[in-house]
């Protein structure tokens, strides 16, 4: 009998998978496959939570089961079902019980719940802050706040995936600060690693980020808005219509859910005036995207060069109206790179080519639709923070919300970043969930028997090893004149050929492209 049918010759689960008789990937999948089933979403490893997302809504939350967990004693707690509250409440009661700073950290692939486990969460302490007292006037509308908080950054930073129709694109550490007397003194949030790519290219079936399609749906509907922006319909714009997708299949509507990030914003100090600015900020990317150039020969000051041209000059003229710079100044940054002599110090006009062209109108596309995320970032934060907040004063509980591991038809550098995130995350999961505890039976001289896990480490050591590691070689080769792909692959593959974890790959799959075996599998970088 393997370990598996052995350990549910009955019907029985186990909420805490440290009780299981074969502690092993069949097992373990088992035990929670049969949870799954009975629609019991969460399942415990020793400290850390499994949630499988159920995709539909189950009667797991309201008052009564928020008591259950926040008025559990210490040596009740073994007892309770598992339920993210609970985590919430542990990481509640070890600050006020032990004043010491906490962190809860939500990592899964895409679409395991990610964004909801964190909600709950922030929405288990800030119960806890009000039971405590926590009315003055900033505590009274700061748990309003962050949740507005939320509906703004999942609006700009959240797209509909091949997997999940409302996926985060970014990763974020939220820090709330608590009192000595458990309640909510204020909150910080730092964005990271926002996905820069998706603005200017998009997998079949996927989405743009949700706020275009918000804002243009409800143009649609507002001949004001309509005429300020002058936006056309979602399928003439080449940022949106490269995915083939223009809607959310999980009934969500989009002019709906405009209204909501307008109030939000409201609920941040944003005017009617600030509001127009971010709104012709997005139109101004949808305009800059549908641009369009061709070769042409150019004449600069002292030579005529092999250069391009924009063909669609009308496009040109609304784009810069809407980010209020001369029409002159915008097509010379789409169209040359300024080339600075140091001994001279004259300048020289570089035409760029077609290629290169296109290049720096989707880097500008990029770069606005970066600096608009993280100027509203640095606004919610103005507002959810307070004087000393995070001070010595007080301790804070951190949350990480990542997004997963991911292996999309074309990785880029941003995937290697997001992927090697996670390879540091699953090397956490790893000493928290084995290292640590086998050490410990060891220590104590119990005898068991060794379990064997996906030790990744040696494949983090190599992207990040100072000086031969991928990112420092990466580093080496941009700051090399005349750097190029193809040197530092032959440098990548130099250094850790003899390991296991860099691959070449095959002659069909396209020059200048590497693999990489992570923990959860191979991806072919680009």
């Not at 999948?29 to 049969?34: A, G, Q, S, T």
């Not at 077609?354 to 600096?371: F, G, T």
Request: hydrophobic content about 40%; proline content about 2%.
């Amino acid at each position: 009998m393997n370990a598996d049918e052995d350990m549910f010759t009955n019907e029985d689960t186990v909420a805490n998978m440290v009780k299981l008789r074969f502690l092993d990937e069949p097992s373990i999948l088992k035990n929670l496959e049969r949870r799954y089933e009975e629609e019991e979403i969460y399942t415990l490893v020793g400290s850390v939570l499994v949630s499988l997302n159920p995709f539909q809504k189950l009667p797991l939350y309201g008052d009564k089961i928020l008591d259950r967990y926040s008025q559990a004693s210490p040596s009740s707690e073994p007892e309770q079902p598992p339920h993210i509250w609970g985590l919430a409440e542990r990481a509640y009661r070890s600050l006020l019980c032990n004043w010491s700073d906490q962190s809860v950290i939500v990592s899964g692939e895409s679409g395991a719940g990610k964004t909801e486990a964190t909600r709950r969460v922030l929405e288990y302490f800030m119960e806890m802050s009000r039971r405590r007292g926590g009315e003055d006037d900033f505590a009274a509308g700061l748990e309003g706040k962050i949740m507005s908080a939320q509906t703004i950054l999942e609006a700009f930073g959240n797209a509909k995936t091949i997997r999940n129709d409302n996926s985060s694109r970014f990763g974020k550490w939220i820090e709330v600060g608590f009192s000595r007397a458990g309640q909510i003194q204020g909150a910080v949030i730092h964005t990271y690693l926002l996905e820069k790519s998706r603005v200017v290219s998009l997998e079949p079936g996927e989405r743009n980020y949700h706020i275009f399609y918000e804002l243009l749906q409800c143009a649609e509907e507002d001949e004001q808005l309509q005429g300020e922006l002058g936006l056309g319909q979602v399928a003439s714009y080449r940022l949106l219509n490269e995915g083939s997708t223009f809607t959310r299949d999980d009934g969500v509507v989009d002019s709906d859910e405009f209204l909501h990030v307008r109030e939000a914003l409201a609920a941040f100090g944003f005017s009617e005036e600030d509001m127009s600015r971010i709104w012709k900020g997005l139109a101004a990317v949808l305009c800059l995207g549908n641009l369009q150039f061709e070769e042409d020969q150019v004449q600069t000051s002292t030579s005529v060069q092999d250069g391009s041209k924009i063909t669609n000059s009308d496009t040109l003229l609304q784009a810069a109206g809407l980010l209020s710079v001369s029409t002159e100044d915008l097509q010379a940054a789409l169209l040359f790179r300024t080339m600075v002599d140091a001994r001279s110090e004259t300048t020289a006009l570089i035409a760029y080519k077609l290629h290169e062209a296109k290049d720096a109108r989707d880097a500008l596309c990029k770069a606005v639709y970066s600096n608009l995320f993280n100027l509203l970032v640095a606004r919610i934060n103005e507002r959810l923070s307070s004087a000393g907040c995070l001070g010595e004063t007080n301790r804070t509980i951190g949350m990480l919300d990542i997004f997963g591991f991911e292996m999309l038809q074309t990785n880029s550098f941003e995937q290697l970043c997001i992927n090697f995130c996670n390879e540091r995350l699953h090397v956490h999961f790893n000493e928290e969930c084995f290292r640590i505890e086998m050490e410990e039976y060891a220590a104590e001289g119990i005898a068991m028997e060794t379990i064997e896990y996906n030790d990744n480490s040696e494949c983090v050591a190599m992207l990040e090893r100072r000086g031969t590691g991928v990112f420092a070689l990466v580093d080496d080769e941009i700051r090399t004149p005349g750097g190029s792909d193809a040197n530092l692959l032959e440098k990548m593959f130099g250094e850790h050929a003899k390991g296991a974890y860099l691959k070449r790959a095959s002659g069909r799959e396209g020059a200048n492209c590497f693999r990489i075996q992570h923990f959860a599998g191979q991806v072919l970088y680009k």
